[in-house]
């Protein structure tokens, strides 16, 4: 077979390889953008390596809707971001434009792990580097949570 038509067909197969890869990667973040979607009650957080108050998860709600979510403590808003996720990272990666809150204005990086009915995120301050894995330490700036999905 000549040179060219083997270099034809590695490259007919690569394009393929890519548009299956691409179709499912699309798939992956579909599943995992209307899994995140719906109303979620704290489980656990910190904030530098401290838990938060116990009155303070009790109380703590998330509802997501169209990859916007707003996360209220004591019935008050605490915060509300659009987002963008991509699964193809690891530890899958999230990005949330913040709206209303303390960070206003502002961009913060994360990452989550998501299952049916529960979900992780490990989110940085404004201005620092995504969290390559769910820890919190003092003076790290990062806040942990962890929320299960509210069953009506």
């Known amino acids: 077979m000549a040179e060219g038509a ?14 299956f890869s691409v179709g499912a990667r699309s798939d992956d973040s579909k599943k995992d ?46 915060m509300k971001a659009k987002y963008t996720i991509d699964d193809t990272k690891k530890p899958k990666a999230i990005d949330y434009d913040v ?3 303390v960070t206003k204005g502002q961009k913060q990086l ?11 995120f490990c989110f940085s301050i404004p201005g620092k580097d995504r969290p390559t894995d769910f820890t919190t330490a003092q003076g790290s700036g990062r806040t942990l ?8």
Do not use: C, H
Not at 6 to 19: C, D, E, T, Y
Not at 42 to 62: C, F, H, N, W, Y
Not at 145 to 152: A, E, F, N, P, T
């Open 145 to 152: 949570s962890v929320w299960k999905r509210d069953r009506k």
């Open 33 to 78: 953008l209307e899994l995140l979607q719906g109303e979620w009650s704290m489980v656990s957080g910190e904030i530098d390596g401290q838990a938060l108050p116990a009155d303070s998860v009790k109380t703590a709600k998330r509802v997501s809707k169209d990859n916007e979510t707003t996360v209220t403590i004591n019935g008050q808003v605490f």
């Open 99 to 101: 709206t209303e809150g």
């Open 6 to 19: 083997v270099m034809r067909k590695s490259l007919a197969g690569l394009i393929v390889f890519a548009f």
């Open 110 to 120: 994360g990452i989550y792990e998501i299952g049916q009915d529960t979900v992780r």
